[in-house]
């Protein structure tokens, strides 16, 4: 076996019970199943993936979790449950709670489950993408080009002399260079690096890009009923990527 092959990649969902913009959004139905077991099924349908772990402070989600195929070990404590929480902090008390029963990952695969919009084969070419250069990546995050969002079309209002006017952010950048953001589908780093940097952002991090449908993340209800849109508009089933 390579040492590809032999990687072990932890299937790592972080999900809180409290949400203040939407109450219970991570049991919230999303076509005909709870929005965290779209992520539970994608994450569990990826032989890549070693095990799918779900950290959680909620007995109720722990228990729809376990339903649709996840692990939950532990219910996170609460100190790691709060708005300020990082989700580094709590993927690390996972690594190391797992580690303590004597399961250690070579890398650490963060799928938010307020980011459902996964193409099929996402998952495994992420993970192919940080094995394939394993010397000289230590991350990969999932990047969505910004369209409409562009910086340079950013304002800001500024009063004088009691007017106000709308100015750009940002005067000094010459172009319109693409701009991109991590919508929260997957990051994916090296265990060794998640835990002596504490971030999912090191120096040496490579983007996986996704496609504009999959350019959004649930933080309130307007994000919600366009996810909902775009999985009726696929019938249920979210494409190969293109």
Not at 1 to 18: D, H, V, Y
Not at 71 to 100: K, Y
Not at 162 to 177: A, E, F, I, R, Y
């Amino acid at each position: 076996m390579s040492a590809k092959q032999s990687r072990q990649i932890l299937g790592l969902i972080l999900a809180r019970g409290g949400s203040k913009r939407l109450p219970g959004k991570n049991l919230r139905p999303l076509h005909g199943r709870p929005l965290i077991a779209w992520t539970i099924e994608a994450a569990c349908s990826c032989p890549a993936i070693t095990t799918t772990v779900v950290s959680t402070d909620s007995q109720a989600i722990a228990d729809v979790a376990m339903q649709h195929g996840a692990r939950v070990p532990f219910l996170r404590p609460e100190m790691l449950a709060q708005d300020h929480s990082t989700s580094a902090d709590s993927a690390i008390h996972a690594v190391e709670f797992l580690a303590a029963q004597g399961e250690e990952f070579d890398a650490i695969m963060l799928l938010e489950p307020t980011s459902p919009l996964r193409a099929d084969g996402d998952i495994a070419s992420t993970i192919d993408m940080l094995l394939e250069r394993w010397d000289d990546l230590d991350a990969v995050v999932t990047v969505g080009q910004m369209h409409r969002e562009h910086p340079l079309d950013i304002k800001r209002k500024d009063i004088r002399d009691g007017l106000s006017s709308w100015m750009p952010v940002d005067k000094g950048q010459p172009d319109c260079t693409p701009a991109w953001y991590p919508y929260g589908g997957i990051y994916l780093i090296k265990t060794a690096i998640l835990r002596s940097q504490r971030t999912f952002y090191p120096e040496r991090l490579g983007g996986k890009r996704v496609q504009r449908w999959q350019n959004y993340e649930v933080d309130d209800e307007i994000d919600f009923l366009c996810i909902e849109s775009i999985i009726r508009h696929f019938k249920g089933r979210l494409p190969e990527q293109l």
